[in-house]
């Protein structure tokens, strides 16, 4: 009895602890959800009235649009500024295309004819143009998935993304081999989720998969489950596309299925070329990005101190607040001068006085000279008249 009932008590310390991991979990990753950040992007120290430009993302990298002088806060010094004190303008930027990663399945298995179709399709869809602004396209990479764990399926020429949609396109009409045999077709779309993630979160875009198979994958197919799981957190969402027979594979169409109804995307079945480029126009979403200028007038004194100031940010409860910024509280007329405007008060103020007081110098020198010879004649006349005296006096 007291063996069942130590047993039973482990099995429930287990099932608590399982719990508490899993409550810890659910809350990191809501924290993480709803996580604002403030970024400082350019900042003017000017007293009495500092600015910023900022930018307010989400936990994803997406910027928060919208946000009105309401959502902002500004500390001086750790002290709110008053709200009335405090300037906020919204500037859009232009559009950012999205990250997008395309599988392309090119196993024999599938059937050259199959192979072809396929890559006529990945080239509509990379042939589809987006709203995006001309210097900020959407940026593309290229896997191709093999049956060997020693063969790179990530394209080597685009593993760090491109926005040259041509290159892509050329690589796919010229230099696509088809693989021999079963592919590890999940392992390389986990790998894909994980690269176009961190693309769109460095960009701060929506990310999007485009997978081209029939879905079958008998060497990495314990890996779908996980792969699904990793596009759900990572929001990613995916076109799958189904080429190759149907016979006997529903087991892949299935799974290519669940791929896109179960991230938001969309699920195409032998689709024609051109509808696989018009879905995705439809599913892609193109980022616009906003900036906020914030000023506030400052009311401390021109003491010549240095301040410091915090924008934060508060939008449905989350909150955020960007680095600290510093200025010094010194007025225009307090503040050092350019050198160029220094010299050029010095040459029209010590020029002129320089030429006084030089021409009262040689004034001063020519009636010191004047009065001199003035003396020695004096002292000439007199030594004269004494000679003459002494000569008189002598003849006497």
Same mark, same amino acid.
């Given at each position: 009895?007291?063996?069942?009932?130590?047993?039973?008590?482990?099995?429930?310390?287990?099932?608590?602890?399982?719990?508490?991991?899993?409550?810890?979990?659910?809350? @990191?990753? !809501?924290?993480?959800?709803?996580?604002?950040?403030?970024?400082?992007?350019?900042?003017?120290?000017?007293?009495?009235?500092?600015?910023?430009?900022?930018?307010?993302?989400?936990?994803?990298?997406?910027?928060? @649009?919208?946000?009105?002088?309401?959502?902002?806060?500004?500390?001086?010094?750790?002290?709110?500024?008053?709200?009335?004190?405090?300037?906020?303008?919204?500037? %859009?930027?232009?559009?950012?295309?999205?990250?997008?990663?395309?599988?392309?399945?090119?196993?024999?298995?599938?059937?050259?004819?199959?192979?072809?179709?396929?890559?006529? !399709?990945?080239?509509?869809?990379?042939?589809?143009?987006?709203?995006?602004?001309?210097?900020?396209?959407?940026?593309?990479?290229?896997?191709?998935?093999?049956?060997?764990?020693?063969?790179?399926?990530?394209?080597?020429?685009?593993?760090?993304?491109?926005?040259?949609?041509?290159?892509?396109?050329?690589?796919?009409?010229?230099?696509?081999?088809?693989?021999?045999?079963?592919?590890?077709?999940? /392992?390389?779309?986990?790998? +894909?989720? +994980?690269?176009?993630?961190?693309?769109?979160?460095?960009?701060? $875009?929506?990310?999007?998969?485009?997978?081209?198979?029939?879905?079958?994958?008998?060497?990495?197919?314990?890996? #779908?489950?996980? /792969?699904?799981? %990793?596009?759900?957190?990572?929001?990613?969402?995916?076109?799958?596309?189904?080429?190759?027979?149907?016979?006997?594979?529903?087991?892949?169409?299935?799974?290519?299925?669940?791929? =896109?109804?179960?991230?938001?995307?969309?699920?195409?079945? +032998?689709?024609?070329? /051109?509808?696989?480029? =018009?879905?995705? !126009?439809?599913?892609?979403?193109?980022?616009?990005?906003?900036?906020?200028?914030?000023? #506030?007038?400052? @009311?401390?004194?021109?003491?010549?101190?240095?301040?410091?100031?915090?924008?934060?940010?508060?939008?449905?409860?989350?909150?955020?607040? *960007?680095?600290?910024?510093?200025?010094?509280?010194?007025?225009?007329?307090?503040?050092?001068?350019?050198?160029?405007?220094?010299? $050029?008060?010095?040459?029209?103020?010590?020029?002129?006085? /320089?030429?006084?007081?030089?021409?009262?110098?040689?004034?001063?020198?020519?009636?010191?000279?004047? %009065? @001199?010879?003035?003396? %020695?004649?004096?002292?000439?006349?007199?030594?004269?008249?004494?000679?003459?005296?002494?000569?008189? *006096?002598?003849?006497?």
């Amino acid at each position: 009895m007291s063996t069942e009932w130590t047993g039973h008590r482990l099995r429930w310390l287990r099932n608590i602890v399982g719990s508490v991991g899993l409550l810890a979990v659910l809350a @990191t990753s !809501a924290s993480a959800q709803s996580s604002l950040t403030v970024k400082v992007l350019e900042s003017h120290a000017a007293f009495p009235e500092p600015a910023a430009l900022v930018e307010v993302v989400d936990a994803n990298g997406g910027p928060v @649009t919208g946000l009105r002088r309401e959502h902002f806060t500004i500390l001086q010094d750790g002290k709110p500024v008053t709200p009335d004190a405090i300037d906020v303008n919204e500037i %859009s930027v232009a559009k950012q295309g999205p990250a997008l990663a395309v599988v392309l399945d090119a196993s024999k298995l599938l059937g050259s004819s199959e192979v072809e179709v396929a890559r006529a !399709a990945a080239v509509a869809l990379l042939q589809t143009r987006l709203d995006t602004a001309p210097n900020d396209p959407q940026y593309v990479s290229l896997f191709v998935p093999s049956g060997k764990l020693d063969q790179p399926s990530h394209v080597a020429d685009f593993a760090g993304f491109t926005h040259d949609h041509n290159a892509v396109v050329n690589y796919l009409n010229t230099r696509l081999e088809l693989q021999p045999g079963t592919t590890r077709l999940y /392992a390389v779309v986990r790998e +894909a989720i +994980a690269a176009v993630s961190k693309k769109a979160r460095e960009r701060g $875009t929506p990310a999007y998969i485009a997978v081209f198979s029939d879905g079958r994958d008998t060497l990495s197919a314990a890996e #779908f489950e996980t /792969a699904l799981s %990793s596009a759900r957190q990572s929001n990613v969402r995916m076109l799958t596309v189904r080429y190759g027979s149907a016979k006997g594979g529903e087991a892949g169409i299935e799974r290519l299925r669940r791929l =896109a109804e179960e991230t938001q995307g969309q699920f195409l079945d +032998a689709p024609a070329p /051109a509808l696989v480029g =018009a879905t995705y !126009a439809r599913l892609a979403q193109v980022t616009p990005r906003s900036t906020y200028r914030l000023s #506030f007038v400052s @009311t401390l004194p021109a003491d010549e101190e240095v301040h410091s100031w915090q924008v934060l940010a508060n939008v449905d409860g989350r909150e955020a607040q *960007s680095q600290r910024l510093l200025f010094q509280a010194l007025l225009p007329s307090q503040q050092l001068r350019p050198l160029s405007s220094i010299l $050029t008060d010095y040459l029209w103020r010590a020029v002129p006085a /320089a030429m006084l007081l030089s021409g009262l110098l040689t004034l001063g020198v020519a009636l010191w000279q004047r %009065s @001199t010879r003035a003396e %020695s004649r004096r002292l000439g006349r007199g030594l004269g008249d004494a000679a003459t005296l002494r000569s008189s *006096s002598t003849r006497t």
